[in-house]
């Protein structure tokens, strides 16, 4: 599971700077769902092979009345959610009593947390280390998070007590090379054993339950003893026409006798967890609402993960063919940066054709686990390179030489060649759409990543 880092203290102490910092250009999840408030942002990061959830908060201020009070008490639910805490002071306010409020907190909830003393731009780091000493939770580490400054020795700290991913180290070296027009050898993923990790994913009351019974429902079962927490999905294994699967079930169903129902709340974190864990997400939403903001905010974020998608457009019973077709209007028009993920109409509440996402499943795992041999990925990059040119920088050609598969589930195409830092996005959404087509490849995004110097 993606560890979660929750970043707390209280307003104005830069926690949005950070961050930003931290997730870079990548879409935050803004929790804006019923329940939720406006306050708690969530967005995927990465720092040196490993990836995690951060969560900012709106901050606590130790006197909270009306609106504050909602904001502190999300504050504290982001602690709960989360495996650590970066509990950050602000160096030039000094300490405070609000300071010292969250410190006892985090102290009583025995939460991993860490002291960061940020704005040290503005005083002397040793100082602020002394400063916030009596708030007993070890040395502040100081940053200068709007300049960027003990970033890295911080999520040193923070992050070296969660394992690394293990998806940066597949790749290059067992690519195998297949001789020409033999057959592509499809090497197991590294959770296939297991059968494909699918994740039910999609807003509140969209569906998601209704969907989970309707699959487990009508299929094998094969252990059903977790008892899911507050945290944690629930992993349920079962079998389809003697294909294994793993669902993952964010909504909370729990099984009654025959019956599941649904228990849990919407959790963006086992949401953004769930995401992260799958091999392929059905993404499911509510036909009668049509596609709402937080619909492609979530979607952006799996786009961001990679993951292999189908998307299921629910309760399409009993729809007006108006509204049906203003419905698939708006899908094209919405839906463009998603359009390799096959799309389906179903109704998971009478079972209409729920059947048939696990084709979409199956194709879109495929196409995301394939390991292509290098000659193939050569001969493609050959082809599309005679065809269409890369443009010349300098009066000299871009020059592309080969390319090899860097990582499965997204398939990772690593390109070779020369000045490979001036190929524009253009070039590289052509090559992307020249193996997308001639590698068959549906329901997942690729990667493209050139490597110079050759
Ligand atoms: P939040 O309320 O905790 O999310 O705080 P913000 O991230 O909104 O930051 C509050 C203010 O502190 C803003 O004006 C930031 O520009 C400023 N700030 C954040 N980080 C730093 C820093 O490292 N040094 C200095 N000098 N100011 C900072
Ligand atoms: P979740 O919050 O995404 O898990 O959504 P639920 O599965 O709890 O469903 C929310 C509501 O939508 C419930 O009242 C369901 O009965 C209803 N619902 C779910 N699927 C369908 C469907 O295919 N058609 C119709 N008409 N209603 C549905």
Redesign the pocket.
């Known amino acids: 599971m993606v560890p979660v880092i929750a970043l707390v203290g209280r307003p104005n102490v830069g926690k949005s700077t950070l961050f930003n910092r931290l997730t870079k250009t990548r879409d935050a999840i803004v929790a804006e769902y019923a329940g939720l408030t406006r306050d708690r942002q969530y967005g995927e990061a990465k720092w040196q092979g490993r990836t995690y959830i951060v969560i900012d908060t709106g901050g606590i201020s130790g006197d909270e009345e009306g609106i504050d009070a909602k904001m502190a008490e999300q504050s504290l639910q982001a602690i709960e959610e989360a495996d650590a805490v970066l509990f950050m002071v602000d160096s030039r306010a000094g300490m405070t009593a609000a300071d010292q409020l969250i410190a006892e907190h985090l102290r009583k909830r025995n939460k991993r947390s860490f002291l960061v003393a940020n704005k040290v731009d503005t005083v002397d780091p040793d100082i602020a280390r002394a400063e916030f000493s009596p708030l007993g939770l070890g040395d502040a580490l100081p940053i200068a998070a709007a300049h960027g400054r003990g970033i890295n020795a911080m999520l040193e700290d923070a992050l070296s007590i969660f394992p690394r991913d293990d998806e940066g180290e597949e790749g290059e070296g067992e690519t195998e090379i297949v001789a020409e027009g033999e057959e592509p050898k499809r090497v197991p993923g590294p959770s296939e054993k297991d059968g494909i990790k699918i994740a039910i994913i999609?807003r509140?009351?969209?569906?998601?339950?209704?969907l989970v019974n309707r699959m487990l429902g009508e299929e094998r079962v094969i252990v059903y003893d977790q008892a899911g927490t507050t945290r944690d999905s629930i992993y349920i294994p079962f079998e389809r026409d003697e294909e294994k699967y793993t669902l993952i079930d964010t909504?909370g169903v729990r099984r009654r006798g025959k019956i599941f129902e649904?228990v849990e709340k919407?959790s963006v974190v086992k949401t953004l967890q769930a995401i992260q864990d799958a091999n392929v997400v059905i993404f499911?939403m509510d036909a009668r609402e049509g596609v709402v903001e937080h619909d492609l905010n979530l979607l952006g974020f799996v786009l961001e993960t990679g993951r292999a998608l189908v998307i299921a457009l629910?309760?399409w019973?009993?729809m007006e063919p108006g509204q049906r077709d203003y419905v698939k209007t708006e899908l094209q028009r919405r839906l463009m940066f998603a359009d390799f993920a096959d799309i389906h109409f179903i109704?998971?509440?009478?079972g209409t054709g729920v059947g048939h996402l696990y084709k979409s499943v199956q194709a879109a795992f495929q196409s995301a686990v394939t390991r292509w041999p290098t000659s193939r990925l050569t001969r493609i990059l050959e082809d599309a390179v005679q065809e269409h040119q890369p443009p010349l920088v300098n009066g000299r050609r871009i020059k592309l030489r080969y390319a090899h598969l860097g990582g499965a589930n997204p398939p990772l195409i690593v390109i070779h060649g020369n000045q490979v830092e001036a190929v524009p996005k253009a070039y590289t959404r052509y090559l992307e759409n020249t193996y997308r087509r001639v590698l068959k490849l549906v329901g997942t995004p690729i990667r493209i990543e050139y490597k110079g110097g050759e």
Do not use: E, I, Q
């Open positions: 999609g509140p009351n969209v569906g998601k339950s209704t909504a649904a919407f499911v629910n309760k019973d009993g109704s998971a509440l009478h």
